[in-house]
């Protein structure tokens, strides 16, 4: 992306001496559904880690004029995510202070192991890890020569096949039943401690035919990637509803405000994978024209007017991709911190988007500069001179609100008491992006501070993609 193509002069005004990482993180709120998944099947997955050589473009000669090491950020975050699996781990793991855990997670015999946990609990909400899969893979598939330049594609490869391999266990077509959640909230969140240690229930929710959720339907692997696609994509189509209202245990974390993006991005993919020409006319039919509050884990609306664009070349998609960035740029809609850092709520903001857009020929110099900007803002260009992803540089957050990593080695004991410690976490959260400052670019770096400090899978996505 922007991190390896040609040079670009950046230079950004900051106010104050404060500034805000927000920008990119989406909040939570509910989860995507059809992530992108389904593309591998265009090209069909291989054995092993490796994707079909047809994703790797032939790398030229770049001159980057970059401000940080975009690669090592890169790195970092894949182990961020590796950091965050649930099941029976590989002996290759690369995280030392994880282990296996939650081997019982099933559904009578449905085994339901695998995935990763949300954030810094061990709750497995298939939405937000479907929204952050779907914007992982995208980025991979539109800048696999990020990944390759920096020497990070089998890695991401082996990374991202963790989620996708899970995904495939969750839907059953037989029986039209796709699991959405793993884990209940109130008894998860009420632990601080190790997942390796967990005892108490972990009960699993399903969406089916008379409790649907077309919002969540998600699909997964090669062959089986593209069939469990189309399959899931018809279960959602047919039996519309909205998974948190099926799921009411899933309300209160990730609650979903509709299924129409949904739909219509799964259907977008399915058209790029098989070019068949009914997939394009469902996506034109859930086809949202209004201009998008954000993009999240709940909205994906600018992610299918953007990829309808990117399908089509028709000029009232590309329209509706450009206002919503304008919303986003300075003298939009969307306020900034005094240092100059798009704020939209205080869970976090988005960035990622511009570099999609980017991408596809829609003002390209403006949206990688103000994309840049921002990404420098997270990695250290700050009044605090912090960088807000864990690990990177030599100024961090050293209290992320993540259960794991606030542990003593075993065996010794994690309390609540790990959690109110003011010492700084045992097992550094290697790539993690934490929540970020405030409005008025203010930020403690305080374990207790979930807002600020928390860590999540759907806020490294656009962010690892956009390192790419």
Known sequence: MFT?????DVSVNYQDDQ??????????TSFFTYFMVVNFGEYGMPSGNHLPSILVPTLTAKTPATRYDYGEA??????????QRSGKLPADNPIPWRHDSALQDSDGSVDLTGGWYDAGDHVKFNFPMAAATTNLLWGLVKWTDGYQSSGQLDMMYDMIKWPLQYFLKCWLPDTSTYYVQVGDGKLDFAYWGRAEDMTMARPAFKVTQNNPGSDVADSAFSTKLLTAAKSLYKFAKDYKGIYSQSVPEANLYYSSTGYRDELCLGAAWLYKATNDSQYLTDAKSFYDPATAWAESWDEKKVSCQLLLFELTKEDKYKNNVEAFMQSWMPGGSVPYTPCGLAFRIKWGSLRYAALMAADNGINSDAYKKWALSQMNYILGDNNLHISYEIGFGSKYPQHPHHRGSSCPDAPNACTIQHQHSSSPNPNVLKGALVGGPGQNDDYVDNRNDYVKNEVAVDYNAGFQSALA
């Open 74 to 83: 890169l790195r970092l975050s894949i182990l961020f995510y590796d950091a």
């Open 4 to 8: 390896h193509g040609s040079d670009i």
């Open 19 to 28: 500034m805000k990482e927000h920008l990119y993180v989406e909040t939570k």
